[in-house]
């Protein structure tokens, strides 16, 4: 600065020297004033000038002050006139050095005076560091993104900027020039007008440019003796203002100014929000939509939703933190929890128990205020009522279904998350009230169950527990806070919210006992902080921000702080979220690390069990088994499908057979056989034929085809596979099989087909070749037979062993027994006497057995007679009719012939032809049936069970059991808890 200063000076002088005015004898640099020759020219020899007297003296300034104006007198006749009035170029470039010296030291005094300004206003804004993630993450990325090194490389550098400062030495060339144009006249003259104008022009200056500054100087000094008159006044004043009002005066200020930054933090909140709405608007009209980072809570509610799964009895291995709200019943814990979440949340009951199970509540930050559950997609916006209603609805619904029958409350946990702007991140877990009595519609063992619950979550060492005490009954009614002195007695992790408080106010006769409370010297209960709080009027349909206000305007004008018997920091529910907020993740940076490590160890310890029980087996949970076996199971359904048509119509055709042969026997061909003729037989035939064919047949058909598909399906599903075969499946089949068959139904329309096809298959009479006529003989004499080897079997048991089994195996025969045998013996004398005896025995045959069995002493019943013929006569016509099969078997001619001309009649060989041939076409009828829609159906059914059973997590639990199937869920969770513990660990480090 000096030497430019310098520089310009000498252009100045140099200016001068080479003027065509002046006096000769000296040269014009000896005319200069002194000073400004020693500023100039600091080597030049000043003693060789005396400075003439001036007629004023110099007053000394600064800058605060106004500046004298110099009035030099001119210089003696010996100096001359004209030498002293050439000076008037350099006093006014010595002044506006001056001039520059004042505007620099304002200059540094007022940015000095700015950035104060602006650090107490950085500091009055509160930190958002918070809301760092509205901005994208390409933002923060630029420093990789863009080489700042380049661009500082790429700026000019000092010898560059100095080129684009201004020429000094043409400054003082046009100031020469100037001079020149300022002087056309007389040198005198122009001298002395010029010397006259640079003084009014200085005049000027000094009034333009410090006339601001003098004046701003003047207000200064105004303000600050008004400030030391006014801080005069204001202490004399205060010295008249008792302590008690100013403490009153204290705490009103920093209520207001509390109340201030909650609401311009709210207003921020709002203003975020809108600002994330946006940014999601600009996501929806194609902007590359960015996968937002898993919040840290959201991390750690899915730890603690998996420890909830594993350890459903809340094991005390579980450690990790969570904040459990406990109080008594109605003391006002839903109402706190719905202020801190901020949204109306929970269902609400006049003094009826609402809460019914754990309700775990993740709060979280996010862009929408919105609720879900963890097992379901929906999201429900909590700015619209109806949302809220259908939300609360669906609350109360999944606590009355975790409720057992008999019970009155449930210790399955619901899993809720709250995400919205401006939200504390914390886990808070809402327990049923504590009560005292169990009223009517109350299992036995409500109040026990209650306690239970309560101690399980708060023997957690890691536990907040927030205590919610009812402000607006007496502090000795409540049964909560004995609770958690026991279960906290130091009080370490515990934070008491005394609810109700406006209510309180006007109810308590003494509001010190209001104090005794929040400092804690009425109960026995210690705690890390006390707060009261104010939860609404008792109206369920204020809204969430009415209550806030409401909040505020009470403890504003509340004597309870006005006489500091609460302190600022102690009121609403904002600080209490705060705060609460702030221990938990204290307790959650304390503890985390070591149950990280504890589960860690657990799952060394499962693991080695495993390969030490399991060593060649993958480690496979439940739901990996479940999926196995519905693999098994389906492959399974589908080989039905690969069974032969044969093997299919050969089962049918069998198992159709056993069922009808009773009834084709019995009720067709025995009663047919009695007729006198075959004439009469046919007819006789053909009508109990098309009897059964509408009533019974196609029915019985469906029946056997269903349960021959079932036994299919169970032969499939339960055979072994050899060394492959895993029996922990076994039970799982068996259940999947039984509810595929209770869920099949076979096609309706079936039975009305069939029984067209069987009608017509039994009408058929025309036996084609000898093939046919033999095999028709062979199913009639194997059916003969069958039927004669039952009936010797209930003859057997109707008379006792023969004489060669009681001899052999030293058998005897039952007194009945014997009664039997003799009227068997009497019955077959009289089957013998006649050949040709019908069916049934007459009334005078019966007495006549009986008479001869009472001449040998042997008293027998009528019915007994009766029951003993219907299986003797029953045994001698089945050998008749096989005796007659061998007789036909040479009358294919005569069939042909229509037995013409021939004693032998073997209408009954055609008969059974009939009933072999309905049953091959049945049979086959089903089968394309069964290969054609019914399998497909079942492996429709099969896959429908397992879709469901899949969904069903006690079913999977139920079914598939053991051992190993519990080692590897165990090892499952713990590996799963211990990795997401881990990342959330990592995550929070990283947030640190």
């Not at 207000?219 to 030391?228: D, F, V, Y």
């Not at 991390?299 to 420890?307: R, T």
């Not at 469906?702 to 299919?712: I, S, Y």
Request: proline share 3%; aromatic share 8%.
């Amino acid at each position: 600065m000096w030497r430019t200063r310098a520089a310009a000076a000498c252009v100045i002088c140099r200016s001068l020297a080479n003027s065509s005015y002046g006096i000769k004898k000296k040269s014009l640099l000896q005319n200069l004033h002194l000073v400004s020759r020693s500023i100039h020219h600091p080597y030049y020899p000043s003693s060789k000038f005396q400075r003439p007297p001036l007629r004023i003296s110099i007053q000394q300034f600064s800058s605060l002050n106004r500046l004298p104006l110099h009035k030099t007198k001119l210089l003696n006749a010996k100096h001359g006139y004209q030498s002293h009035r050439n000076f008037w170029l350099a006093r006014l470039a010595s002044r506006l050095l001056k001039v520059r010296y004042l505007i620099l030291g304002s200059a540094v005094g007022g940015g000095y005076t700015a950035k104060k300004t602006y650090d107490q206003w950085k500091d009055m804004m509160p930190d958002l560091d918070e809301y760092k993630w509205i901005i994208p993450d390409f933002i923060w990325e630029l420093d990789e993104l863009v080489d700042f090194e380049k661009l500082l490389k790429a700026l000019p550098d000092g010898d560059d900027l100095a080129k684009l400062l201004p020429d000094f030495d043409k400054i003082g060339e046009s100031l020469a020039s100037l001079k020149g144009f300022l002087s056309p006249g007389s040198p005198g003259e122009t001298a002395f007008r010029a010397t006259d104008q640079g003084y009014d022009n200085d005049k000027q200056f000094k009034k333009g440019l410090l006339g601001e500054l003098i004046l701003l100087q003047q207000q200064i000094q105004q303000h600050e003796e008004e400030a030391r008159r006014a801080a005069g006044f204001s202490s004399q004043q205060k010295r008249k203002v008792s302590d008690k009002e100013k403490i009153d005066q204290l705490q009103e200020e920093l209520l207001r100014t509390q109340l201030k930054y909650q609401r311009m933090l709210e207003r921020l909140e709002k203003e975020n929000k809108e600002l994330r709405k946006l940014v999601l608007q600009k996501d929806d009209k194609g902007i590359h939509q960015r996968k937002l980072k898993k919040s840290l809570i959201d991390m750690y509610s899915e730890v603690l939703d998996i420890l909830s799964d594993y350890d459903a009895s809340y094991n005390t291995q579980d450690h990790l933190p969570r904040v459990v709200v406990v109080g008594d019943q109605s003391a006002g814990k839903t109402s706190v929890l719905e202020m801190i979440a901020q949204a109306r949340i929970f269902p609400r009951g006049s003094g009826e128990m609402m809460t019914r199970s754990p309700v775990k509540v993740t709060l979280s930050e996010g862009p929408h205020h919105v609720a879900f559950f963890k097992d379901s997609s929906r999201e429900f916006d909590l700015t619209k009522e109806e949302d809220l209603a259908a939300l609360r609805n669906e609350i109360e619904i999944r606590m009355r279904n975790s409720v057992k029958e008999g019970c009155t409350v449930s210790t399955e946990t619901i899993s809720l998350s709250v995400k919205g702007p401006g939200l504390q991140r914390m886990v808070l877990v809402d327990l049923p009230g504590v009560i005292s009595t169990v009223t009517s519609g109350m299992a036995p063992d409500t109040k026990e169950t209650i306690f239970s619950i309560s101690r399980a979550y708060m023997q957690n060492p890691n536990a907040i527990i927030l205590c919610i005490q009812d402000g607006s009954v007496d502090a000795e009614r409540s049964i909560v806070t004995d609770l958690v002195s026991q279960m906290d007695p130091q009080g370490k992790r515990t934070i008491f919210v005394l609810t109700k408080v406006d209510l309180a106010e006007k109810n308590v006769a003494s509001p010190s006992r209001i104090q005794q409370i929040i400092e804690g010297k009425l109960f026995p209960m210690k705690a890390l902080g006390y707060f009261a709080v104010v939860t609404g009027k008792g109206n369920s349909s204020e809204s969430i921000e009415s209550i806030k206000e409401y909040e505020e305007e009470f403890f504003q004008n509340s004597k309870l702080l006005k006489t500091s018997m609460l302190k600022a920091h102690q009121v609403t529910t904002k600080n209490l979220s705060l705060a609460v907020s702030d221990c938990f993740w204290k307790m959650v940076r304390e503890s985390v690390e070591q149950q990280a490590d504890a589960f860690k160890a657990t799952r060394f310890n499962l693991e080695t069990e495993w390969k030490n029980n399991y060593p060649r087996l993958r480690e496979l949970d439940r739901n990996e088994l479940f999926e196995k076996a519905k693999n098994e199971i389906l492959d399974e359904v589908i080989s039905l499908t690969q069974v032969t048509p044969k093997h299919w119509e050969e089962i049918l055709e069998k198992t159709l057979w056993e069922r009808v042969s009773a009834h084709v026997i019995e009720n067709i061909y025995l009663p047919a056989a009695q007729t006198a003729n075959s004439g009469t037989f046919n007819t006789t035939v053909d009508i109990k034929l098309k009897q059964w064919t509408d009533k019974q047949l196609p029915n019985k058909a469906v029946e056997v085809a269903w349960e021959t598909l079932q036994e299919e399906f169970s032969r499939f599903m339960t055979e072994k596979k050899g060394k492959e075969h895993d029996d922990i499946f076994d039970k799982l089949k068996q259940a999947v099989k039984e509810e595929t068959i209770k869920r099949h139904r076979w096609n309706e329309r079936a039975e009305d087909s069939l029984r067209v096809i069987q009608h017509n298959a039994l009408e058929d009479r025309s036996i084609s070749d000898k093939q046919q006529w033999d095999a028709a003989i062979h199913f009639m004499e194997e059916t003969l037979q069958s039927r004669l080897k039952d009936t010797e079997s209930v003859i057997e048991d109707m008379v006792g062993p023969n004489w060669k089994k009681r001899w052999l195996y030293w058998v005897g025969r039952t007194k009945e027994q014997n009664i039997r045998n003799e009227t068997k013996n009497e019955l077959e004398k009289l089957i013998k006497c006649n050949e040709d005896h019908p069916a049934y025995l007459a009334n005078d045959e019966v007495t006549t057995v009986r008479k001869n069995l009472e001449a040998r002493r042997v008293a027998v019943d009528p019915s007994v007679i009766k029951d003993t013929w219907h299986q003797i006569y029953r045994r001698y016509f089945l050998k008749s009719a096989l005796n007659h099969c061998s007789l036909c078997r040479r009358g294919f001619y005569y069939y042909q012939r229509h037995f013409v001309d021939s004693e032998l009649e073997c209408n009954d060989i055609v008969l059974f032809w009939r009933i072999q041939r309905m049953l091959a076409i049945t049979a086959n009828t089903l089968r394309q049936q069964l290969t054609n829609t019914e399998v497909r159906r079942l492996e429709k059914n099969v896959k429908e069970v397992l879709e469901d059973f899949a969904e069903d997590n006690e079913k999977k639990v139920m079914l598939l059991t053991g051992k190993r199937v519990q080692l590897a869920e165990d090892l499952k969770k713990v590996r799963e808890i211990q990795e997401k513990l881990e990342a959330f660990i990592e995550a929070l480090h990283q947030e640190k």
